[in-house]
T-cell receptor
Framework: EAGVAQSPRYKIIEKRQSVAFWCNPI?????LYWYQQILGQGPKLLIQ????????DSQLPKDRFSAERLKGVDSTLKIQPAKLEDSAVYLC?????????????FGDGTRLSIL | AQKITQTQPGMFVQEKEAVTLDCTYD???????LFWYKQPSSGEMIFLIY??????QNATEGRYSLNFQKARKSANLVISASQLGDSAMYFC????????????FGAGTRLFVKA
């Protein structure tokens, strides 16, 4: 089966600019996650979707970050305006469901550098 | 609040030997799942093994086994017969079965396998 697809792979922007990331989960996976992974740290959950509804966005900086999952499939994560501390790898993951025993399958990530 | 602690920033192991990566956790959730992921230098997160809090037996997947000690709140990963390709970052993660099944990750342990 095809894995989780993310694009772009790399992105370099200046602070205060905007950027968007795209994710296509594994076919049939109802749950989609966006994580932020700062260098040297573990991933931090930004937002979790169940189909096209938001389950958890408690750690999403809503003044600058937004995400949507239209039609319960693809998802986009946007940052506007970007700050220096947003430099990180943004990982998208999906799972069959939100059940506690469901492993998450990750994409290759987007490495974002803010100048 | 949930917390994952990985106290070993880096570990060295000789090829073909076994190695244990430590993980302790804290949660008030009566039911939860514990996961280990591998992240090679290329960046993708690879699911390795899962242990449910009510599972009576320790989980095993090929060369990976999880040493689960519920009373001590530890879920150590054991890799047997280490291979050079095992060199990577390893993350322990936990998901509670309540509160939206939010997943948290530890800071990770970098494993170096020596020839």
């Amino acid at each position: 089966e095809a894995g989780v697809a993310q694009s772009p792979r790399y992105k370099i922007i200046e602070k205060r600019q905007s950027v968007a990331f795209w994710c296509n989960p594994i076919s049939g996976h109802a749950t989609l996650y966006w994580y932020q992974q700062i260098l040297g740290q573990g991933p931090k959950l930004l937002i979790q979707f169940q189909n096209n509804g938001v389950v958890d966005d408690s750690q999403l900086p809503k003044d600058r970050f937004s995400a949507e999952r239209l039609k319960g499939v693809d998802s986009t994560l946007k940052i506007q305006p970007a700050k220096l501390e947003d430099s990180a790898v943004y990982l998208c993951a999906s799972s069959l469901g939100a059940g506690g025993n469901q492993p998450q399958h990750f994409g290759d990530g987007t490495r974002l550098s803010i100048l | 609040a949930q917390k994952i602690t990985q106290t070993q920033p880096g570990m060295f192991v000789q090829e073909k030997e076994a190695v244990t990566l430590d993980c302790t956790y804290d949660t008030s959730d009566p039911s939860y799942g514990l996961f280990w992921y591998k992240q090679p230098s290329s960046g993708e997160m690879i699911f390795l093994i899962y242990q449910g809090s009510y599972d009576q037996q320790n989980a095993t997947e090929g060369r990976y086994s999880l040493n689960f000690q519920k009373a001590r709140k530890s879920a150590n990963l054991v890799i047997s017969a280490s291979q050079l390709g095992d060199s990577a970052m390893y993350f322990c993660a936990m998901r509670g079965y309540t509160g939206g099944f939010k997943t948290i990750f530890g800071a990770g342990t970098r494993l170096f396998v020596k020839a």
